[in-house]
């Protein structure tokens, strides 16, 4: 049996706050350009996996399609 079978719906809590930042980032944007809460509110979902990290110089974040 798969693990999918026995959950059903699969859902990550998301704040208000989270929810309106996930919906500015439907494209690359980069992380010098975002103010310092919203660079915490990306770390916070980085590590949600609801955005991903690109780059290492200058990193920007992007929704991650599941």
Do not use: C
């Not at 500015?24 to 979902?45: N, Y």
């Amino acid at each position: 049996m798969k693990i999918n079978e026995l959950i059903g719906d699969f859902a990550i809590y998301t704040t208000n706050e989270e929810q309106d930042f996930l919906s500015k980032v439907s494209r690359p944007v980069k992380m010098a350009a975002l103010t310092e809460r919203e660079r915490v509110i990306a770390e916070t979902m980085i590590r949600k996996s609801l955005l991903i990290k690109i780059g290492h110089e200058d990193p920007s974040v992007v929704a991650n399609e599941y």
